[in-house]
């Protein structure tokens, strides 16, 4: 991100949602046209794709009236999608109209003249908290400690209306081949044949709590179930509590299967990690728990250490490692080195939203420079 910003490219910008979309432009890291706001029209494909071109329209020229043009577009929408190739289609419930297929890239560009660079909002999120989040906090700490350890790879979660996720590796962004890296449909922890989704999501909070409480009114949301949780709205506490720490429990199981096989650091987004308190020691615990060999043998569920980066104190045992030296064979040299395999894990430390927005402008700005 560093490198971008004083860059004076101009990236248009969408926040693409079922109810409304919001159209701004960023430079340098930072929006600089105030957001736009227009009703999706989700239903209907011609009045969708007249809303974006109005919403982009407008944006340009504001951004004439201070004599500067955009270089490209970026944004996230939900897929299925070909996203390198810009095509939306599939089972889309918030976007009905472009279910039978939408060359949505090659669409905007032939309208505006510029690159189109669409992706996955899991996948922004991830990248930008790579690029300016979690990712260089935890390596300028490790550097500042004199610690030679680095992390490269980060898999970066949503938790919202479903279980979204994003994966680096090696600083790049990890689109897959088929631009399906999801993680929804990994089996739920306590029932195989049913998807995570189900119980790490918004719906699995408000539907644990109905069941545990006895409560059918179904006008609870998260946050009023946190405030019973709190105590300081009326209502069920032990259930409440219960609800998010079930959704911890159960996303942490799928989180475990994702490190080990990405193993890097994680981090989470999303308005409900509000909750953190009741969602994180389930979900810790999870990740922290044993399995068996058939023998009989005890071995950890995930083999690296796993820390809470947002406990200080774990902070400080995570950046300390376990530092010793070594002695070359042969000779009297030593070396120094830290055998410790570990990981953390964080709430995100941009927010969703601002993730995805620098996510979406380095990701292009990227692209432009290696087609140069």
């Known amino acids: 991100m560093a490198k971008y910003t004083n860059d004076p490219r101009i990236v248009l910008t969408l926040d693409a949602g079922g109810t409304n979309m919001v159209f701004s432009a960023m430079k340098g890291g930072k929006f600089i046209v105030d957001p736009i706001t227009l009703p999706s029209n989700a239903a209907d494909l011609d009045l969708c794709l007249g809303t974006m071109v109005t919403g982009f329209k407008t944006v340009v020229r504001k951004l004439l009236e201070g004599n500067e043009q955009p270089s490209a577009i970026s944004f996230a929408f939900p897929g299925p999608a070909d996203y390198p190739n810009g095509i939306i289609g599939g089972y889309l419930p918030n976007f009905p109209s472009f279910r039978d297929g939408v060359a949505l890239g090659p669409y905007l560009n032939d309208v505006f003249g510029i690159p189109v660079y669409i992706n996955n909002d899991g996948d922004l999120y991830a990248y930008g908290e790579a690029l300016n989040g979690l990712l260089p906090e935890v390596n300028a700490r490790l550097e500042a400690a004199g610690s030679s350890k680095r992390y490269k790879n980060l898999i970066g979660y949503t938790f919202g209306t479903g279980l979204g996720i994003g994966t680096v590796i090696n600083g790049e962004l990890n689109r897959g081949d088929n631009s399906c890296v999801e993680t929804f449909c990994l089996p739920h922890a306590d029932n195989h044949g049913i998807i995570v989704e189900d119980g790490a999501s918004i719906r699995a909070v408000k539907r644990i709590y109905r069941q545990l409480s006895g409560d059918d009114s179904g006008d609870?949301?998260?946050?009023?179930?946190?405030?019973?949780?709190?105590?300081?709205r009326e209502g069920d506490r032990e259930a409440a509590k219960k609800a998010f720490d079930?959704?911890?429990?159960?996303?942490?199981?799928?989180?475990?299967?994702?490190?080990?096989?990405?193993?890097?650091?994680?981090?989470?987004?999303?308005?409900?990690?509000?909750?953190?308190?009741?969602?994180?020691?389930?979900?810790?615990?999870?990740?922290?728990?044993?399995?068996?060999?058939?023998?009989?043998?005890?071995?950890?569920?995930?083999?690296?250490?796993?820390?809470?980066?947002?406990?200080?104190?774990?902070?400080?045992?995570?950046?300390?490692?376990?530092?010793?030296?070594?002695?070359?064979?042969?000779?009297?040299?030593?070396v120094t080195y830290d055998p410790q395999k570990r990981i953390g894990v964080a709430i995100s430390r941009l927010g969703a939203s601002k993730a995805i927005s620098l996510g979406a402008y380095t990701f292009a700005l990227n692209q432009m420079d290696r087609n140069k």
């Open 220 to 232: 609870l949301e998260p946050k009023d179930i946190f405030d019973i949780a709190e105590g300081t």
């Open 246 to 334: 079930t959704m911890g429990r159960v996303a942490g199981d799928a989180m475990a299967t994702a490190v080990t096989l990405i193993d890097g650091l994680i981090v989470i987004g999303g308005g409900i990690t509000a909750a953190r308190k009741y969602i994180m020691p389930g979900l810790l615990e999870t990740l922290r728990s044993k399995m068996h060999t058939l023998a009989g043998d005890e071995l950890d569920r995930v083999q690296m250490k796993v820390y809470d980066l947002d406990n200080e104190n774990e902070f400080e045992e995570f950046i300390k490692g376990d530092q010793r030296k070594i002695k070359v064979y042969g000779s009297d040299r030593e």
